[in-house]
């Protein structure tokens, strides 16, 4: 199929960007890798009446460090941070992440923005990111703003951006040398979204300790009870927590896909156990 009709502007700026998706009263798309977003037009899912590039913006590009994180642009592409050509401060955390995601093909033009906007419940960066703890760093007409990037989703493919607002950069914490991590997850086959996944970050220096289920029906689901045990290494106990939460969460989820969330936990803190060796 063919996408409806709709008008490409190429923005030379963040705020000519800002300009372009303000005046389409939130008929217009924002564009970088358009991996998700141009499938959705072709099968007419989605019909913006106009498309912004954003592709070559130095904003949506740059990465600054600092001593506690790093700002990495919304349109780093999956690539990028599987080659590492963004410095990886996350103990190879999310280079693994990005290995697993779709295929290169998909990752050499897909962006971290892009695929955090697009909100899919089964894409990797809401999950993983979520368990590192990062924040999104938006811009709009009424100025920039920090949102955490678990309050980021809202809804499937739905976002907590305004019609007029772009997501300018992602910023991640630096990890320590003691961080621990696992991330697992479950497809009928390579490359496809996900059914289930399970991210978990540990790192007792920042005081980082956080576990989230992704693949529901909704946001990433915050394990805040069995996070909270991490700290006490027992993990047939946080398993039990862990087990015990989904369950409560997810009253209504089909069995197969409880089933799939409850292996992924149980797989995920094997891997944390055997990393702590």
């Not at 890798?33 to 130095?58: E, F, H, T």
Request: aromatic share 6%; proline share 5%; hydrophobic share 45%.
């Amino acid at each position: 199929m063919r996408p409806a009709v709709f008008v490409y502007e190429k923005a030379n700026s963040i705020a000519e960007a800002i300009k372009y998706l303000s005046a389409s009263g939130g008929l217009a798309k924002p564009i970088a890798g358009g991996q998700s977003l141009v499938p959705m037009m072709n099968l007419r899912l989605a019909r913006p009446n106009a498309l912004v590039s954003l592709r070559k913006l130095p904003e949506l590009l740059s990465v600054v460090e600092s001593k506690t994180s790093i700002h990495v642009g919304a349109a780093t592409t999956h690539a990028d941070i599987e080659d590492c050509k963004i410095k990886d401060v996350t103990c190879g955390y999310l280079p693994y992440v990005a290995k697993g995601i779709a295929y290169r093909a998909i990752r050499n033009r897909g962006t971290v923005g892009g695929s955090l906007c697009h909100a899919d419940p089964a894409a990797d960066w809401l999950s993983s990111l979520s368990a590192l703890g990062a924040r999104c760093h938006v811009e709009g007409i009424s100025g920039k703003r920090e949102i955490p990037i678990e309050n980021f989703m809202i809804a499937p493919f739905v976002s907590a951006l305004g019609v007029d607002e772009i997501l300018v950069s992602v910023e991640l914490p630096c990890l320590s040398v003691e961080a621990r991590w696992a991330y697992v997850k479950f497809c009928h086959k390579a490359g496809e979204f996900a059914k289930s996944i399970c991210a978990i970050v540990v790192d007792p220096s920042n005081k980082i300790y956080r576990i989230f289920i992704g693949g529901t029906d909704g946001p990433p689901l915050f394990l805040r009870e069995a996070s909270s045990a991490l700290a006490t290494e027992d993990y047939t106990e946080i398993l039990s927590i862990a087990q015990r939460e989904i369950r409560a969460s997810l009253p209504d989820a089909q069995p197969d896909s409880l089933s799939f969330h409850l292996t992924m936990i149980e797989r995920a803190l094997a891997r944390l156990e055997a990393f702590s060796r």
